[in-house]
C-alpha cells in the first residue's frame, strides 16, 4: 500500500473518531482494549500455569497436580468471561460506527443528484454495494486487524521474556570455533514465523486483488438480475429474452473465471499454510530438546 492509499484510507477511517459519537466511541474501544490486555495478561498466567503443572505429572506430585487443576479452572473462567465481553463490545462498536458511515455516506449519495450524477458518468461501479456491504467490511476488518495487531504485538513481548529466560544459552562448534548464542529459542522462534509470514504472504498476495475483483463482478452480475426485474414490462415487450440472458451469461463468465483463479491460489496458500503448520507441532519440541535432555529444564519448561 503507497502513501496515497493509506492517506485514502485514512480519510475514510477519521471522521467517525472526531465526530458527535466520539466519546462513546473511544471509551468503548478503550474497554475493548483494556480487556485484551487482560487476555493477554491471562494467557501468560495460564503459561506459567503449564509449566508448574507439568512439572508436577513428570514428578508424580497429586497435591499440586490437584491443586493445579482448581487454578486452572478458575484462569479459565476468567479468560471465557473476557472474550465474550470482547467480542460483545467490538461487535457494538462496529455497528455504531458502520451506521454512522452509512448514515453519512447515504445523505451524500442522494443530496443534489449526486446519485444520478454518478450513474450518467460513470464515476463509481456499484454505489449501492459500496453503502450496503463495503461499509460493514471495512468497519469490522479495522477493527479485527487493529485490535488483533496490538494483541499480538503485547503477546509477542510479554512471550519473549519468558521464553528467553527459558531457553537460555546454546554452545555449538562450527570451522573449529566455538560459539554460544544467548536466548536462542527467542532467535529460533522468531526466524521460523518471519520465513512463514513472508512464504505465506508471498503466495497469498494475488488473493488480495482477486478478492476484490470477485466482489465487483457479484455486483454487477446482480445488478444484471436487478434491471429485469425493474424493467420487465420493457424486456418483455420488445423480447429482449435472449439479449438479457447473453448478457447476464457474459457476467457469470467473468464470476466463474475469477473462482477458478483463487481456487489455484488459494490452493497453493493451503499447501504453504498447512505446512508451515503441521511443522510449528514439532518445531518447539525440536529447538528445546538440547536444553531438556542436558536436563536443564523439565517437561513442563
Given amino acids: 500500500m503507497n502513501s496515497t492509499q493509506k492517506h485514502a484510507v485514512w480519510q475514510l477511517i477519521k471522521p467517525f473518531w472526531v465526530s458527535e459519537e466520539k466519546g462513546r466511541a473511544w471509551l468503548m474501544l478503550i474497554a475493548i482494549v483494556a480487556l485484551s490486555l487482560g487476555l493477554v495478561y491471562i494467557s501468560v498466567l495460564i503459561n506459567q500455569w503449564n509449566q508448574v ?11 499440586v ?8 479452572t478458575y484462569l479459565a473462567l476468567i479468560f471465557i ?10 461487535q ?47 468497519t469490522r476488518n479495522t477493527l479485527s486487524l487493529s485490535l488483533g495487531l496490538l494483541s499480538s504485538l503485547v503477546t509477542l513481548f510479554s512471550f519473549v521474556s519468558i521464553l528467553w529466560h527459558v531457553s537460555g544459552p546454546l554452545s555449538f562448534a562450527l570451522h573449529g570455533h566455538a560459539f554460544t548464542l544467548p536466548g536462542y529459542m527467542v532467535w ?3 526466524l521460523y514465523a518471519l520465513l512463514g509470514s513472508l512464504i505465506i504472504g508471498w503466495v497469498g498476495k494475488p488473493l488480495v486483488r482477486l478478492g476484490f475483483d470477485q466482489e465487483r463482478y457479484e455486483a454487477n452480475f446482480r445488478f444484471g438480475l436487478i434491471r429485469i426485474r425493474e424493467n420487465h414490462d420493457a424486456i418483455a415487450l420488445y423480447q429482449g429474452e435472449k439479449q438479457e440472458e447473453q448478457q447476464l451469461g457474459e457476467r457469470f463468465a467473468t464470476i466463474r473465471n475469477n473462482w477458478w483463479s483463487i481456487m489455484r ?25 538440547p536444553r531438556y535432555f542436558s536436563g536443564a529444564i523439565q517437561m513442563g519448561g
Avoid: C
Fill in 265 to 289: 491460489i488459494t490452493r497453493r496458500l493451503n499447501i504453504a499454510s498447512n505446512f508451515y503448520g503441521q511443522f510449528a507441532i514439532i518445531f518447539p519440541l525440536l529447538v528445546a530438546a
Fill in 92 to 138: 457494538g462498536l462496529q455497528m455504531r460506527w458502520r451506521s454512522w458511515m452509512t448514515e453519512k455516506y447515504m445523505s451524500k449519495w442522494l443530496a443534489h443528484q449526486a446519485y444520478y450524477h454518478s450513474e450518467q458518468q460513470q464515476l463509481v461501479d456499484n454505489p449501492d454495494q459500496r453503502i450496503a456491504e463495503d461499509l460493514n467490511v471495512l
Fill in 81 to 90: 468471561v473476557l472474550a465474550v465481553f470482547k467480542v460483545y463490545l467490538t
Fill in 65 to 72: 497436580f490437584k491443586q493445579q487443576l482448581w487454578r486452572f
Fill in 188 to 190: 529460533f522462534a522468531l
Fill in 53 to 63: 503443572f507439568y512439572d508436577a505429572l513428570q514428578n508424580k506430585n497429586y497435591p
